[in-house]
C-alpha cells in the first residue's frame, strides 16, 4: 500500500479481554517496529521484526503482549487479559531496509486501545 | 534519566517567531530523528540525520556529535506548524524517543 496501515483505529475493550492489533507496513518493506505511547508522553519501543523473524522483543511489558509476523509482511501484536493501564496508541512502523537507523521509518496513524 | 532529553516541554510563540527546539542524548546513536505528529496523532518523519545540518523548507536541523545535542529550528513560524515535535535517537534498529514538545503558534 502507499503507506503503514493499522487496524482498528479505534478499539474499546473490557478489562479482561483479549485484543489483537493489526499492522501492514509499506509493501516491500523489511523492518517492522511496534510502539506505544501514552497520553502526553513519547512513543515507547516494543519490539521490532526484520522479514518474519523477531529481532527484539525486550520492549514488551509483560508476556500478555506477543508479536508476530508469520510471512513478514502483515504483523499483529496481542494483549491477552488487558489492563486498563494497557490503554494507549499503539503505534507501527516499517522501514525498507533492516536498519531503520539508516532508512528511516514510516509510521503508520495508529490505533487507539482503551480498557474499561 | 531519560536517554533523550527535549526542552523546552512546551512552547507558545506569535507567528512569524524563530523556534529553536532542543534535544540532549546520552547513548551511542547511528541516527537522529525529528519527528512530528499533528493533533489527530498522526507522526510524520521530518529529518533524519547523523551528521551536520539539513534544511527543508522552513525547518532547519543540526546535530553535534560530539555534544551529543540536536536542535530543530522553524523559521518564520505559522499557525499550521502546531504540533508536538519528538526528537528520537537510533542505534542499529533500536529506536528511543524523546517526551515531545508541544509548539503552539498563535496567530
Known amino acids: 500500500g502507499a503507506g503503514v496501515s493499522q487496524s482498528p483505529r479505534y478499539k474499546v475493550t473490557k478489562r479482561g479481554q483479549d485484543v489483537a492489533l493489526r499492522c501492514d507496513p509499506i509493501s516491500g518493506h523489511v523492518s517492522l517496529y511496534w510502539y506505544r505511547q501514552a497520553l502526553g508522553q513519547g512513543p515507547e519501543f516494543l519490539t521490532y521484526f526484520n522479514y518474519e523473524a523477531q529481532q527484539d522483543k525486550s520492549g514488551l511489558p509483560n508476556d500478555r503482549f506477543s508479536a508476530e509476523r508469520p510471512e513478514g509482511s502483515i504483523s499483529t501484536l496481542t494483549i491477552q487479559r488487558t489492563e486498563q493501564r494497557d490503554s494507549a496508541m499503539y503505534r507501527c512502523?516499517?522501514?525498507?531496509?533492516?536498519?531503520?537507523?539508516?532508512?528511516?521509518?514510516?509510521f503508520g496513524s495508529g490505533t487507539r486501545l482503551t480498557v474499561v | 534519566k531519560n536517554e533523550v532529553e527535549q526542552s523546552p516541554q512546551n512552547l507558545t510563540a506569535q507567528e512569524g517567531e524563530f523556534i529553536t527546539i532542543n534535544c540532549s542524548y546520552s547513548v551511542g546513536i547511528s541516527a537522529l530523528h525529528w519527528l512530528q505528529q499533528h493533533p489527530g496523532g498522526g507522526i510524520v518523519s521530518l529529518f533524519m540525520?547523523?551528521?551536520g545540518k539539513k534544511k527543508h523548507g522552513r525547518l532547519i536541523a543540526t546535530i553535534n556529535i560530539q555534544e551529543k545535542h540536536s536542535s530543530l529550528h522553524i523559521t518564520a513560524s505559522h499557525p499550521r506548524d502546531s504540533a508536538v515535535y519528538i526528537c528520537a535517537v537510533s542505534a542499529s534498529n533500536d529506536m528511543r524517543f524523546g517526551a515531545g514538545t508541544r509548539l503552539t503558534v498563535k496567530p
Open positions: 540525520l547523523s551528521s
Open positions: 512502523a516499517s522501514s525498507p531496509g533492516l536498519s531503520g537507523a539508516y532508512y528511516g521509518y514510516t
